[in-house]
């Protein structure tokens, strides 16, 4: 009886047994996976910012510096900081805060370190690489701290190309090229050789690509390699709406999947949600934290594994609204959404796709003066089944949507009732994005 005893006792202990099973289940990771500090053009320490995100409930947070990653010695001028956290001009009567006394106060005068510069004698203080404050933050199975790198260029044709580059262990240099698609081919091969190189698995995406309408549909699909697009951005006023001249990025997304699938037999592109954090002081409005995230399953928290995971498709991205389950069943071709109730909120799902027979004769935007208009074309005149139509729609905290077998793709977008907890100027309430499912793409020969 005694051995029996000691047996079980054994089994409920030992990890990877009985409970083993259940802890490695797959579940939901919330993260940002563009985020900015002092390190580039952020107004903030990395450390407070990283404290900012677990502080909330995320479990990962990728802090993504401009052509740049966060190591090595790097010493700035306290004037510089503070000048940083000042108010916009609009905002005069917001006092500005002393990012320096309550980095001092947070983390204590023998963690900050600071100085007299050398030849002009103007206060300065470091900047602590992440390989200093991360063992600091980190926790296993609750919070992850990613390395990551903001590629940012322009092409020789003037458009602006930002490119994400998660999990990466060395800064990769901006690439140069005639147009957008040749710069975002370089770029995948210099992050890919960085990568077989550093022996990490690592996920290219394009940033904001309404951005001074820098990157067009058009240019998604040309550059079959890349799989990863920012649908909605936190910053204000970086275009995601469009406007008359310009579609939307999520009308891009559309677009350039159905030119992917449609017109080139390859596959789509899927669509993140990231908040391009600048705005930490309380006093700045343009890009705070806080806005938009991916929701990735995975079986553990670890770079390897939450790329692989959206590499699989199985993410999607959020403003606020929660789902519990997303699935698609390929025996059924069904794609079945369960959202998370809060409060008194009302939700409406709405699946979009393209339907196959789509024309795919874009044409020329021109303003109101006929003057032409540099940017993605304009397909609705083409004929044929529209581009992003809903094909289906369903309110309450159940939806699906079983596949007629005239789809392209379908996606889904969820909206709440409720306003974003972080308002924006940009859109008025909570939303959420499932990937592109359906689809298929011929067999290689």
């Not at 099973?21 to 320490?45: C, I, M, V, Y």
């Not at 600091?136 to 994400?164: M, S």
């Not at 550093?198 to 079959?224: F, M, Q, S």
């Amino acid at each position: 009886m005694m051995r029996r005893w000691i047996l079980w006792a054994w089994l409920l202990a030992a990890p990877g047994c009985l409970r083993g099973s259940n802890q490695d289940a797959p579940r939901w990771w919330k993260g940002n996976l563009h985020t900015h500090t002092l390190w580039s053009d952020g107004d903030e320490f990395p450390e407070v910012v990283a404290t900012w995100y677990k502080g909330r409930g995320y479990h990962f947070l990728a802090l993504s510096e401009h052509n740049r990653m966060a190591m090595g010695e790097r010493w700035v001028a306290e004037k510089d900081v503070l000048a940083r956290a000042r108010s916009e001009p609009w905002r005069a009567s917001v006092r500005p805060r002393d990012a320096v006394a309550e980095y001092l106060r947070a983390w204590g005068p023998h963690w900050v370190e600071r100085r007299t510069h050398p030849t002009n004698g103007a206060p300065e203080i470091r900047l602590k690489p992440l390989a200093e404050y991360r063992a600091r933050l980190e926790q296993a199975g609750r919070f992850l701290l990613v390395d990551a790198e903001e590629i940012t260029q322009n092409a020789r044709n003037g458009r602006a190309i930002h490119i994400g580059a998660v999990n990466l262990d060395r800064p990769v240099p901006e690439q140069a090229g005639d147009t957008v698609p040749d710069v975002l081919r370089q770029a995948l091969h210099a992050v890919r050789n960085a990568a077989a190189t550093g022996g990490r698995r690592v996920l290219v995406h394009v940033n904001h690509p309404n951005y001074k309408w820098g990157v067009t549909a058009e240019d998604l699909a040309r550059v079959v390699d890349e799989r990863f697009v920012e649908i909605w951005n936190g910053v204000d006023a970086d275009n995601d709406p469009g406007d008359a001249r310009h579609p939307s990025t999520e009308e891009v997304w559309d677009i350039a999947n159905t030119l992917r699938l449609a017109g080139m037999g390859i596959p789509p592109l899927m669509g993140m949600a990231t908040d391009d954090s600048h705005d930490y002081q309380g006093n700045k409005l343009r890009a705070p934290p806080g806005r938009a995230w991916v929701m990735v399953r995975s079986r553990f928290l670890t770079p390897d594994s939450l790329v692989r995971a959206m590499e699989a498709g199985d993410f999607y991205a959020s403003t606020g609204v929660v789902l519990d389950d997303v699935g698609f069943d390929p025996a059924r071709r069904t794609l079945s959404i369960r959202i998370r109730p809060r409060g008194g909120e009302r939700f409406v799902t709405r699946f979009i796709g393209t339907r196959k027979g789509v024309r795919l004769e874009g044409r020329p935007r021109r303003d109101p003066d006929g003057a032409l208009v540099e940017t993605t074309l304009d397909y609705a005149a083409a004929g044929g089944p529209p581009i992003g139509e809903v094909l289906g729609e369903a309110r309450g905290l159940r939806a699906s949507y079983t596949l007629r077998g005239d789809e392209l793709y379908v996606r889904a977008v969820i909206q709440s009732s409720a306003a974003p907890d972080i308002p924006s100027i940009e859109h008025p309430f909570q939303r959420a994005w499932t990937q592109p499912v359906g689809w298929s793409v011929p067999a290689a020969p």
